[in-house]
C-alpha cells in the first residue's frame, strides 16, 4: 500500500505561562492511501493537536509532517492555506454549518473553491438528504446537520478527510449512522479517513487503530479483521 500520511519525530509545545506544556512529544505514524484510522486516547492525550497539524491549522513545533509529496512543515501561511482549502474536508463535533445557507448552499459554499469538486446535489442525494437540500440549519436535526457537514467536506473532494469527535453531539443510533456513513464513503471513494475519539468500541471498524497517550504514541495497530459499523455494539 502507498503511503500517504507520515509524522517523524513530531513535537508541539504550546508556551503559555511558565511551564510549556507538551501537547505532542516525538510522535511517530504512517498512514496509507485509502484507510479508515481511528485516533484513540484519552481527554488530553493530544488527540486534536495531531488531527489540527494534519489539517494544517496548526504547525508542529518541531519534527516532519508529509501528506502526499507536500512537506507540511516547510510550507509557509499561503501555502498552508491552500493545502487546507483544497486537500483537506473537516468534519468537527459540531456541525459548523453557516445558519442563513440551506443545506445546498451550504455545501456549495465550501465545494465551488475547490477546483476538483463534487456536485453538490449529487452529493446531498447520496447522504440520504435529496429532500431537505433547501433547509436551514435550524430545520435539520443533529443527525441531518452532521450528514451535511460530512457532505460539505466530501464535496471538495480532498485527499484526506478528518473527524474530530464527529458523534460527540449525537445520540446512539444517530451517532451510528453516521459513523456507517463515513465508513461506506471510505469504501467507496477510498478517501482517506482520521477520524479522533475517545470512544475505543469503535476500533473494530479501523483499517488502523492509534493509540495517543500523554502526548507520544502508544501503540499502532493493524486491524486485519476490519468489522462493518452495524456489528459493532457499545
Ligand atoms: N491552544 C492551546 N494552548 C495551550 N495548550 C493547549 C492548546 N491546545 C491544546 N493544549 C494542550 O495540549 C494537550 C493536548 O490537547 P488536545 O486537545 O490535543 O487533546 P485531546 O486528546 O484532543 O483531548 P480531548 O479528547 O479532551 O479533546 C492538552 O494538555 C491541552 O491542554
Redesign the pocket.
Known amino acids: 500500500m502507498k503511503k500517504l500520511i507520515e509524522f517523524k519525530n513530531v513535537t508541539k509545545e504550546?508556551n503559555?505561562g511558565e511551564v510549556p506544556?507538551k501537547?505532542l512529544n516525538g510522535v511517530d505514524f504512517i498512514i496509507n492511501e485509502g484507510e479508515f484510522v481511528v485516533v484513540l486516547?484519552?481527554?488530553?492525550?493530544?488527540?486534536?493537536?495531531?488531527l489540527n497539524i494534519l489539517g494544517g491549522m496548526d504547525t508542529a513545533t518541531s519534527g516532519k509532517v508529509t501528506v502526499g509529496s507536500q512537506d507540511l512543515t516547510g510550507l509557509n501561511e499561503k501555502k498552508l492555506t491552500a493545502y487546507r482549502a483544497e486537500k483537506v474536508g473537516f468534519v468537527f463535533q459540531f456541525y459548523n454549518l453557516i445558519p442563513n445557507l440551506n443545506a445546498l448552499e451550504n455545501v456549495k459554499f465550501a465545494a465551488e473553491v475547490c477546483k476538483n469538486h463534487l456536485d453538490a446535489k449529487e452529493i446531498l442525494t447520496k447522504i440520504g438528504l435529496k429532500n431537505r437540500m433547501n433547509n436551514f440549519p435550524s430545520q435539520l436535526s443533529g443527525g441531518e446537520q452532521q450528514r451535511v457537514a460530512i457532505a460539505r467536506a466530501v464535496a471538495k473532494n480532498p485527499s484526506l478527510l478528518l473527524c474530530d469527535?464527529p458523534t460527540g453531539a449525537l445520540d446512539y443510533v444517530t451517532g451510528k449512522s453516521v459513523l456507517k456513513l463515513l465508513q461506506d464513503l471510505n469504501r467507496e471513494t477510498k478517501t482517506c479517513v482520521v477520524l479522533?475519539t475517545?470512544n475505543a468500541a469503535i476500533a473494530p471498524m479501523a483499517d488502523k487503530i492509534i493509540r495517543?497517550k500523554s502526548?507520544k504514541i502508544e501503540s499502532v495497530t493493524v486491524n486485519e479483521l476490519k468489522q462493518s459499523v452495524e456489528g459493532i455494539e457499545w
Not at 486516547?41 to 495531531?50: D, F, M, P, R, V
Open positions: 504550546y503559555i506544556i501537547a486516547g484519552a481527554s488530553g492525550a493530544g488527540k486534536s493537536t495531531i469527535e479522533v475517545h495517543v502526548g
